[in-house]
């Protein structure tokens, strides 16, 4: 009698995995159709795009904000599940391409970020101070640019939803102070150098002329325009994907390896320990409420810093 083979049994962790891309799916529609952010959230990607419309900032939005809400590796594990899910759309010649085909999964807060170098974080500031533009939206676009890389370079540099949430209101050019709106709903005030604070300025001049702001002028001429204070020049304000793609094309200009808004984090906390800063004062500038990330950011750069210290010490020339 012939044995009649049977395949085996399903692993109980694929029920799970087919459930894993539901979630991500719905839970990106859900985000795209502005019914699972807050109320006060101000995403750009809240225009209710199908599937087939969706382009690669709705789906970096929604992966920016769960992992604010969550943790970058859970992130991971719904960019995976997004992935896949566009991939079967193409596949099935329901897209031509998928949104994400050039996006990188998130890296874990676990593993060390690289500090950018000085000399590169100069190269990207100069792709927008190097050269006087005479193009209007290149110039607005350089002034713009050059505030944001100098503020994320600064002690207690914001996260890059913070960053795209400042609002006009915020920016204290007396202190020389900005307010940003930090994880679970908290405001932190980060402080700016002289050089920021000049760009900030140069910004601020040039940002009446937007046209958002124009117009809102020539309704009340009282107004600021938006409440936000980086604007894109195409008519909206900047969001967290807008940042992130400015500051790649930023990198291709000054001709350097990529760099991620979050590497300049990373180069702001650097500088801070380098500079002889507390961990317990790190924790109020960079919005951290518990010593672990603190130490998790000094621990990262450590053995750099310790190696400059031993340099500094010059021991060896002592004897």
């Known amino acids: 009698m012939a044995r009649v083979r049977t395949r085996p ?28 952010c807050g109320k006060s959230c101000e995403h750009e990607a809240h225009d209710g795009a199908s599937f087939e419309e969706m382009t690669k900032a709705h789906v970096t939005d929604y992966l920016i904000e769960y992992m604010e809400r969550q943790s970058t590796p ?3 594990v719904r960019f995976r599940s997004l992935r896949r899910f566009f991939n079967w759309m193409v596949e099935e010649e329901i897209l031509d391409e998928s949104p994400m085909r050039r996006m990188r999964e998130p890296v874990p807060d676990e593993e060390p970020v690289e500090v950018p170098p000085l000399d590169h974080v100069r190269k990207l500031l100069e792709t927008c101070e190097g050269r006087k533009a005479t193009d209007p939206r290149r110039k607005f676009n350089d002034l713009r640019d050059a505030a944001i890389i100098r503020l994320f370079c600064e002690p207690g540099a914001p996260r890059v939803a913070e960053m795209a949430g400042i609002e006009v209101a915020r920016v204290d050019m007396v202190t020389d102070v900005v307010a940003v709106l930090g994880k679970g709903r908290k405001w932190r005030s980060v402080p700016f150098s002289a050089k920021t604070g000049k760009a900030l300025s140069k910004y601020l001049r040039a940002r009446p002329k937007h046209p958002l702001v124009v117009a809102a002028k020539a309704k009340d001429h009282d107004s600021d325009g938006p409440a936000r204070l980086w604007m894109g020049w195409r008519g909206k304000p900047l969001d967290s994907s807008g940042i992130y793609q400015m500051i790649e094309r930023r990198c291709e200009e000054a001709g ?7 590497q300049l984090r990373h180069f702001a906390v650097d500088a801070w320990y380098e500079d002889g800063g507390s961990v317990q004062d790190a924790m109020t500038l960079f919005g ?19 190696i400059n210290a031993a340099r500094r010490a010059s021991i060896g020339d002592q004897l």
């Open 256 to 262: 350097i390896p990529r760099i991620h808004p979050h």
């Open 74 to 76: 859970a992130a991971g």
């Open 288 to 306: 951290w409420s518990s010593p672990a990330m603190a130490h998790h950011y000094a621990k990262a750069t450590a053995g750099k810093r310790v």
């Open 9 to 36: 049994a399903p692993r109980q962790a694929i029920p799970r995995t087919i459930q894993s891309y539901h979630e991500a799916a719905q839970q990106l529609a859900d985000f795209v159709a502005d019914q699972w």
